[in-house]
C-alpha cells in the first residue's frame, strides 16, 4: 500500500489496495484519521461490495432526502443528467448536520463520469479552526450551532431539488422537521483534535441569538474555513472511490460539467453524536 499526499492541509490517495480485501484494514484506517479524505483508484466495486466497505468504517445510516436502491436502501445514485443545470451537494457543507447523529464518514463511489469537470473540493475544518486567533477559538469554543435540513440559503430544499428530476428525491416538504443542535467547534473522538463545525447550507445561527445576531460571525467562519490552504481537490474516474470524515471536513460538488452525465453511488455510516 502507497500513500500519496493530495495537499498540504488533507488529503491522499492510496495505491496497492484492493477495497473488496481485508488485508490492509489497519493501515487505511490510520490515514482516514491521518488524512480525512481518502481516494482510491480503480476499484471494481458493486453495490453489496460498497455496503460491505462501508461497514468497516460503521453501521449504514438513512438519508431522509432521497430513496435508495432496490435490495441497497442506504445506497443511493447521484446522478446528473447532461440536461439538468442543477447538481446534488453543490455547496460547502458537512453531510446531514442537521440530524441528531450525522454520519461520521462518507463514501462516494464513481460510476460515470464526465470528460472534464464534476471535481470535488474537500477542505480542513480541523485546520481551519487551528488558525483562528486564541481570542477567537475562546469564543467559538462556546457556540452551540442550530442545523436545519431547509437550505434556507439556497432557496429552500424542495425547490433545489425540483432540478434534479433524475433523482428519486422525496418529503423535501418536512425538511424544516430536521433540526439540531451541534457544537461550533466539535473534538474528533479518535484525535482529539477540535474542528469548525458550521456552514452556510445547514447552520441557520448560534443558539441563544438571532440569525441577524449570528450572522457576521457565521459568515466569517464558513469563508474563514474555505481558505484555499485548507483544500484539497479530488478529480473522479470511473471506479474511484472516495472516503472522507465529516467530523472534521467540508466538501463542495463543483457544478461545472453541464451537458454532461455524472453518476455516482453514495453512503454514509457511523452516527456520532458531535461533541
Known sequence: MKVVPLAGALGAEIHGVDLKQDAAWNEIHQAFLK??????????????????????????????????????????????????KRNFGGAWHSDTAYLKQPPLATLLHAVQTPEH???????????????????????VDGLTGVNSAELKHGGGRSNLHKGIGSMKVHDTDSAADYVAEHPIARTHPDSGRKALYASRSHTTHFKGMTEEESAPLLNFLV??????????????????????????????????????????RRITVGAQTPR
Open 223 to 264: 469563508q474563514h474555513q474555505v481558505k484555499p490552504e485548507f483544500t484539497c481537490r479530488v478529480r473522479w474516474a470511473p471506479g474511484t472511490l472516495t472516503v472522507w470524515d465529516n467530523r472534521c471536513t467540508q466538501h463542495n460538488a463543483v457544478n461545472d460539467y453541464h451537458g454532461q452525465r455524472r453518476h455516482m
Open 35 to 84: 488524512y480525512a479524505v481518502l481516494v482510491f483508484r480503480d476499484q471494481k466495486i458493486e453495490p453489496a461490495d460498497l455496503m460491505k466497505i462501508g461497514a468497516r468504517f460503521g453501521e449504514p445510516c438513512h438519508y431522509p432526502f432521497v430513496t435508495g436502491m432496490d435490495k441497497f436502501p442506504f445506497i443511493f445514485e447521484v446522478i446528473k443528467e447532461p440536461d439538468e
Open 117 to 139: 469537470g464534476g471535481d470535488t473540493l474537500f477542505t480542513s475544518t480541523a485546520a481551519a479552526y487551528d488558525a483562528l486567533s486564541d481570542g477567537l477559538r475562546k469564543v
